[in-house]
RNA sequence: GCGCCCGUAGCUCAGAUGGAUAGAGUACCGCCCUCCGAAGGCGGGGGUCACAGGUUCGACUCCUGUCGGGCGCACCA
């Protein structure tokens, strides 16, 4: 719809500049938009100001050309001049009653578009360290990532989902060390827990699969092992010096075969948790990547080189570090340490080289706000490398806070005292799960109420919605046993019944939403698809409680049934879109 | 100290690339079920858009500064 009055106007536009009444060269990106106020029309443009400058002419008297100019129009009925120079378009009702038929004969592809057609888009998001479940700090990445690579979908881009493995480093070998300790309490030793040790649950579960399966193989005597241990914290001394020396010491003692046995033990079991965790909440990926790929293909040290040939590496202190600084970053950073080890960051270099050589127009990391400060580097990488930085979109995704009976709910991630994304899950579904997380934008602090996201009430916006769809499918099942005919070819021939104020409303609406889908895509932004629907929501039910459908008069009703089963379908695909259910009866 | 994000109604939040009197929900008050699900609808009060300057026809939106809140500033991932 916006589209053909953008087309009316450029042809205005255009025939002005022929006859010399506007300069050549004035050529701005022609705005549109809806009218708040329907004294304003339906769409209204702000072209006439924004040639103003350029053409020094009064604002007025360039709209008044342009309406002059405005080729006629089916749809328009009324072109009028307002305010300080807004051109104000008034549709027939007929130009909007014909949504109708465009959705049911678009059906769930009703609002997605070919704008993003041959364009491959990556998006990566969650990457949690396998080193335990994720907890409802990575449920709002997954939600959000999930929605805007389905918005992005939606569009035509050709998307590709990913999840960063981080299999390598220092994080997990001390999931590895934890594992290991706890098998041999299974196994009969006894020994104190390391202060910096991963203490869930979990850690139990993989280590009894492990005891289980190889019996006392892996088991080494306590004394020995903490002979040659420092002291941990508990006893004065560095929980960080101590838990490395325990990783040193299962290496050593099990050899390279057996702690990597014990290592991918667990790196494999909390990641088919995580998967499984993921899939029940309607997020799944193209590709798990593994991190520690990178260094077996050689992709890390090809990245260093390229980055050494390019003049970007110097050696300092026994270590290489990479010239982030003539990048805008704020500090030089280390590729690979005194030790010979490459670090975290070298493996992410390569990783977005990667990402890029396999051919990806645009890349998106979705990322904790926390992670912030990494933005720079890593673009500082990829333009060292030749890249073009502004291929990759990092979005952060600040944290959410719950909120239980009005309480804030504290949690630290060391001691395990965390709430899982699993537990939310369970505790308000996973519809709810999904929709509150993606109801703010992403760059706001967000409080989630967890007793609003699970009352089944008219507080609760996703219930609104939800009723919605619910309520029209009660409508059909109403129909069938009062036996009332609806045939929804005879009523798209009786659309234009539908013109009392709250169906020109709802037709507004429904002509909306390719216009939100592309907004909420293109911008990230799947809040506005939240927004939007509980908008559409609110018209239904306005309409629902001044109109009663299965009326007598057959015309009518076959016109209001097919009203209100578009509306269905857009709420279907809304929510589908947010990887929430569309329930037919609640 | 430096950097990034945020600061809109009592509370939770929208305000698309600057546009016509700043909007929802919730809470509070009043109304609407012999009628398709009241998990709904209608109406009402409630704001110096943190503060101060600047840019222009026009600023919640852009720029600068101040105040307040969050988060970063590792040879950890």
Redesign the pocket.
Known sequence: MKQQIRTLLQQALDSLKQSGALPGDASP?I?I?????P???DF?S?LA??L??TAHRK?RDIAEDLMAALPASEHVVKVEI?????I?FHLSQRAFQAVVPSILEAGEHYGRSRLGAGKRVQVEFVSA?PTGPLHVGHGRGAAYGATVADLLAAMGFEVHREYYV?D?????DILAASVWLRYLELAGEDLPFPVNGYKGDYVWDVAAKLHRENGDRLRHAWSKIASSLPADETDGGDKEKYIDAVITQAKTLLGAKDYRFIFDTGLDYILADIRDDLAHFNVNYEQWFS?RSLTESGAVERAIERLEKSGHVYE????KWFRSSDFGD??D??LV???G?S???ASDIAYHMDKLERGFEQVIDIWG??????VPRVKAAMQALGDDPDKLDVL?V??AVLYRGGEKMQMSTRSGQFVTLRQLRKEIGSDAARFFYV???C?????F?LDLAKS????N?L??IQ?AH??I???F??REEKKLSYDQAAGLQQLARLTEKHEQALLSSLSRYP?VLE?AAL?H?P??LA?YL??LA?DY??Y???????VEDADLRQARLALIQSVKQVIANGLGLLGVSAP???
């Open positions: 990106t705005q938009e809806r009218s708040r106020d004294a304003h029309g209204a702000n100001m924004m103003a400058k604002p307002a305010g300080p120079g807004f104000n360290n981080n390598a480093g220092r994080q997990m991190e300092k202190e026994g270590a704020e500090k950073r280390v340490r005194d030790n080890q670090t975290y960051f706000a926390d992670h912030h400060g990494y952060l600040q944290f109801m703010r934008k760059e706001q602090h967000m409080d109420d089944r009430s008219n507080d916006p219930y609104y009723y619910a309520r499918c009660s409508v099942r109403q216009e907004a911008n932004e809040h506005q927004h509980r908008e609110n039910h306005t629902y409680n001044a109109h009663p459908f299965l037919e009866s609640m």
